[in-house]
Nanobody, 124 residues
Framework: QVQLVESGGGLVQAGGSLRLSCAAS????????MGWFRQAPGKEREFVAT????????FYADSVKGRFTISRDNAKNTVYLQMNSLKPEDTAVYYC?????????????????WGQGTQVTVSS
């Protein structure tokens, strides 16, 4: 069982930056593939980024590639999402998720545990 708590959301102007954090409970954090998803009002939850258990491999949605960076610190049981050059269309609730498998995944149903989400609002 893993409990995930996101933080770091807020209101930022277009072109600005935010760093989201997701703290995980338990001593097995390094055995989980981690991901970030987001959900805008009236839309389905969509994949943003994922990172392998060691942190050596990452993968991004095309919409955020080159602007967002996912990273993790297994010693701190934390995964991060650095978001730069933010756009109004990045406005959403951002969720972190954990997957008890070997390979990174981009599909919501492949993740086992979810945080409660943190709101990111980008003003134009």
């Amino acid at each position: 069982q893993v409990q995930l708590v996101e933080s770091g959301g807020g209101l930022v102007q277009a072109g600005g930056s935010l760093r989201l954090s997701c703290a995980a409970s338990g001593r097995t954090f390094s055995t989980y593939v981690m991901g970030w998803f987001r959900q805008a009002p009236g839309k389905e939850r969509e994949f943003v980024a994922t990172i392998s258990r060691s942190g050596a491999s990452t993968f991004y949605a095309d919409s955020v590639k080159g602007r967002f960076t996912i990273s993790r610190d297994n010693a701190k049981n934390t995964v991060y999402l650095q978001m730069n050059s933010l756009k109004p269309e990045d406005t959403a609730v951002y969720y972190c998720a954990a997957r008890g498998g070997t390979f990174a995944a981009t599909v919501r149903g492949q993740y086992d545990y979810w945080g409660q989400g943190t709101q990111v609002t980008v003003s134009s």
